[in-house]
């Protein structure tokens, strides 16, 4: 099946600084989306990106899928940026079945 | 936006009891998905479901595990015989189509076998 690694393991920003968290994916992929997950758990969709450049506020991510790789773009961090950010794949083909890379665990200190 | 809803948030049940995981998905989508988080670890794919059968499932999902549909706005876990290391978190999902669009979560459902 696919592989999905994501760097770094884990981060620590003062609040302001800007940020770039990594995936990268072994497969052509259909699905490509990142997750915030809050202290609570809950699994926050930020991101659907199988491909291009989206923009949503503070929060950027590019995909390049014919090198498979994904970047998480944070700027202007803020303490509630804190958290794991997870990026999942699902493979080309009749699939939607994601695979979780290990997760950046961000800490922005005020 | 809209939300896939699941209940309970908490949970916490004796070992070797049945325990069932409910969730409502968006209401215009038709694939549905179970995924886990044992603490600290990563999130796993269990399930998922279409048309009222399983389309496909994990390793993890042995016979201690069942998934249904029951009516037209449910879809529910089951697990039978619960064990220590089925506790985690577990998320419900959902999505329009079978590839290529956004799967949407639910805020999870923790559960702890004591």
């Known amino acids: 099946g696919i592989q999905v690694e994501q760097s770094p393991p884990d981060l620590i920003l003062q609040e302001g600084a800007n940020s770039t968290l990594r995936c990268n994916f072994s497969?052509?992929?259909?699905?490509l989306q990142w997750f915030h997950q809050n202290p609570w758990g809950q699994l926050i969709n930020l991101f659907y990106?199988?491909?291009g450049t989206k923009q949503n506020g503070r929060l950027s991510a590019t995909t390049v899928a014919t090198e498979r790789y994904s970047l998480l773009y944070i700027s202007s961090s803020q303490t509630t940026d804190s958290g794991v950010y997870f990026c999942?794949?699902?493979?080309?083909?009749?699939?939607?079945?994601?695979?979780f890379g290990t997760g950046t665990l961000l800490a922005v200190q005020p | 936006e809209p939300e896939v809803t699941q209940t309970p948030s908490h949970q916490v049940t004796q070992m070797g009891q049945e325990v069932i995981l409910r969730c409502v998905p968006i209401?215009?989508?038709?694939?549905f998905y179970w995924y886990r988080q044992i603490l600290g670890q990563k999130v796993e794919f269990l399930v998922s479901?279409?048309?009222?059968?399983?389309?496909?499932k994990s390793e993890i999902f042995d016979d201690q595990f069942s998934v249904e549909r029951p009516d037209g706005s449910n879809f529910t876990l089951k697990i039978r015989s619960t064990k220590l290391e089925d506790s985690a978190m577990y998320f419900c999902?959902?999505?329009?189509?079978?590839?290529?669009?956004?799967?949407?979560f639910g805020e999870g459902s923790w559960l702890t076998v004591v």
């Open positions: 999902a959902s999505s329009v189509m079978v590839a290529g669009n956004t799967i949407y």
């Open positions: 497969d052509s992929v259909n699905n």
């Open positions: 990106i199988p491909s």
């Open positions: 999942a794949a699902a493979r080309r083909g009749a699939t939607n079945k994601l695979i």
């Open positions: 209401s215009n989508h038709l694939y």
């Open positions: 479901f279409y048309n009222n059968e399983i389309s496909e």
